[in-house]
Nanobody, 119 residues
Framework: QVQLVESGGGLVQPGGSLRLSCAAS????????MGWYRQAPGKQRELVAT???????NYADFVKGRFTISKDGAKNTVYLQMNSLKPEDTAVYYC?????????????WGQGTQVTVSS
């Protein structure tokens, strides 16, 4: 079991910035992949960015260089720096931890943090 707690969401104007944090109960050194996903009302949950235990990073195309994922192993925390925010970025953002054992992936999710981009 992995406990994940997100924070840092809020209301921001278009073009603004937010930094989300995800505190994990498990060492990031033993968690294969940490990631950020988001889900807007009426839409499917979508991948935003992932970072692996060996520091490989992947971003969704819609990030377009605006977001940066990073981690602090000493704090067991993963961050998502979001710049140049757009109204379409409005969603609940979820932290994800994935453990891959053989052919099986085990996923754990945080409660989510609301990001609202509006003028």
């Amino acid at each position: 079991q992995v406990q994940l707690v997100e924070s840092g969401g809020g209301l921001v104007q278009p073009g603004g910035s937010l930094r989300l944090s995800c505190a994990a109960s498990r060492s990031l050194f033993t968690t294969r992949t940490m990631g950020w996903y988001r889900q807007a009302p009426g839409k499917q949950r979508e991948l935003v960015a992932t970072i692996t235990s060996d520091d490989n990073i992947n971003y969704a195309d819609f990030v377009k260089g605006r977001f940066t994922i990073s981690k602090d192993g000493a704090k067991n925390t993963v961050y998502l720096q979001m710049n140049s925010l757009k109204p379409e970025d409005t969603a609940v953002y979820y932290c994800n931890a994935a453990l891959i054992i053989g052919p099986t992936t085990y996923n754990y999710w945080g409660q989510g943090t609301q990001v609202t981009v509006s003028s």
